[in-house]
T-cell receptor, first 115, second 111 residues
Framework: DTGVSQDPRHKITKRGQNVTFRCDPI?????LYWYRQTLGQGPEFLTY????????KSRLLSDRFSAERPKGSFSTLEIQRTEQGDSAMYLC?????????????FGNGTRLTVT | GENVEQHPSTLSVQEGDSAVIKCTYS??????FPWYKQELGKGPQLIID?????GEKKDQRIAVTLNKTAKHFSLHITETQPEDSAVYFC??????????FGTGTSLTVIP
């Protein structure tokens, strides 16, 4: 399977702990996106990369969140000092886009539960 | 920023009937409009998309229409089948930058 893979699928953590998620995009894709989805809502944009450059970050994203995409391949999303409100599904998506808009290919997400 | 509204939030249809889901967007600069289907425990999967230079696109039982003047676009599913039951999301984007998603429509096809 050469789709987008995310690890872990589920993560339970105590409030105040740090967590890190990994996303492996489709190998030839240049763009990588992180979204957050809560129950009954659509995906909410967090940030995206073109190759290794982080091009945009949501204003809603607190400074406890950081994302990296070293060498333009896999990406990590870290949440520091987790809060109960961080409980959500974290989705990663990738695309090959040269500026005209291309479909996002999503992984199956990492479900985070903060207790 | 862009605001995408989606209606209805839930939709039940008899197998074989048609289903229509509607979305509106606020930013006239948006030029790419994909639709996604999400099944329980999985990420959204693209089912069809349309660009702003096209008014309608069809792929077998699925069609999308776009009215740029009114800033709305719709998903049409004909001859619905039980396996069409899922949550559907519309989205709007300007050239593949941020994608803004609607709040979803839970479609149930009753056999």
């Amino acid at each position: 399977d050469t789709g987008v893979s995310q690890d872990p699928r589920h993560k339970i953590t105590k409030r105040g702990q740090n967590v890190t998620f990994r996303c492996d995009p489709i190998s030839e894709h240049n763009r990588l996106y992180w979204y957050r989805q809560t129950l009954g809502q659509g995906p909410e944009f967090l940030t995206y990369f073109q190759n290794e450059a982080q091009l945009e970050k949501s204003r809603l994203l607190s400074d406890r969140f950081s994302a990296e995409r070293p060498k333009g391949s896999f990406s990590t999303l870290e949440i520091q000092r987790t809060e109960q409100g961080d409980s959500a599904m974290y989705l990663c998506a990738s695309s090959w886009d040269t500026g005209g808009g291309s479909p996002l290919h999503f992984g199956n997400g990492t479900r985070l539960t903060v207790t | 920023g862009e605001n995408v509204e989606q209606h209805p939030s839930t939709l039940s249809v008899q197998e074989g009937d048609s289903a229509v889901i509607k979305c509106t967007y606020s930013d006239s600069a948006s030029n790419y409009f994909p639709w996604y289907k999400q099944e329980l425990g999985k990420g959204p999967q693209l089912i069809i998309d349309i660009r702003s230079n096209v008014g309608e696109k069809k792929d077998q039982r699925i069609a999308v229409t776009l009215n740029k003047t009114a800033k709305h676009f719709s998903l049409h599913i004909t001859e619905t089948q039980p396996e069409d039951s899922a949550v559907y999301f519309c989205a709007a984007s300007w050239s593949g930058n941020q994608f803004y998603f609607g709040t979803g429509t839970s479609l149930t096809v009753i056999p």
